[in-house]
């Protein structure tokens, strides 16, 4: 209960910041790839350090590093998608991060129970280390990310945008 609340705890403090943020948020590629790796992070040290204190403390990290990474993939996903098709990539999106959550719970189980809770955490850990380290280096991908973040400037030159008929904009 307590580990849970802190995840709580740690989503909504980053929640928080981002409302109290005065300057521009950084753009989505590095908002992923920090995200990602303080996920592995926060799991890293939940495996190393004792106690519960500083579980809690690795759990608050963990909650805030999720929602950054994935509200940040969610942006990408609906500024990106067609109009037309938003939904149903939307649907897809979560079908497929539903699926992985089982199947990623069922194999931290089987790690778990073979190699013991704090080896299976700092493994996790090192996955999603490696997993930010792997989207540094895919150029086109953190193109892709940052192309977002363009979609989602607003226009400066004073022109309004006007939505194309049917458009849901």
Same mark, same amino acid.
């Given at each position: 209960?307590?580990? *849970?609340?802190?995840? /709580?705890? %740690?989503? =909504? ?8 943020? *005065?300057? !521009?948020?950084?753009? $989505?590629?590095? !908002? ?5 790796? #303080?996920?592995?992070? /926060?799991? =890293? ?5 004792? %106690?519960?204190?500083? %579980?809690?403390? &690795?759990? =608050?990290?963990? @909650? ?8 940040? $993939? ?23 991060? &539903? ?9 931290? @189980? $089987? ?7 704090? *080896?299976? +955490?700092?493994?996790? /850990?090192?996955?999603?280390? $490696?997993?930010? #380290? =792997?989207?540094? +280096? ?11 973040? /363009? ?6 030159? %004073? ?11």
């Amino acid at each position: 209960g307590l580990l *849970t609340a802190a995840l /709580g705890a %740690g989503s =909504v403090l980053y929640a928080l910041s981002g409302l109290l943020r *005065t300057r !521009r948020p950084p753009a $989505f590629a590095r !908002r992923a790839v920090l995200g990602i790796a #303080a996920l592995g992070v /926060g799991h =890293v040290l939940l495996g190393v350090l004792p %106690g519960l204190g500083w %579980g809690l403390a &690795s759990a =608050v990290v963990i @909650g805030a590093a999720f929602l950054a990474a994935m509200s940040t $993939f969610n942006s990408v996903i609906q500024l990106l998608a067609p109009d037309e098709l938003r939904g149903r990539i939307l649907a897809v999106r979560h079908m497929a991060f &539903s699926t992985s959550v089982a199947a990623g719970s069922l194999a931290a @189980g $089987f790690l778990t129970d073979a190699l013991g809770v704090q *080896t299976a +955490c700092i493994l996790l /850990g090192a996955v999603l280390l $490696f997993a930010a #380290a =792997v989207l540094i +280096c895919m150029p086109r991908m953190m193109a892709l990310l940052n192309r977002a973040s /363009g979609a989602a400037t607003p226009k400066t030159t %004073g022109e309004k945008e006007t939505p194309e008929p049917n458009s849901t904009r």
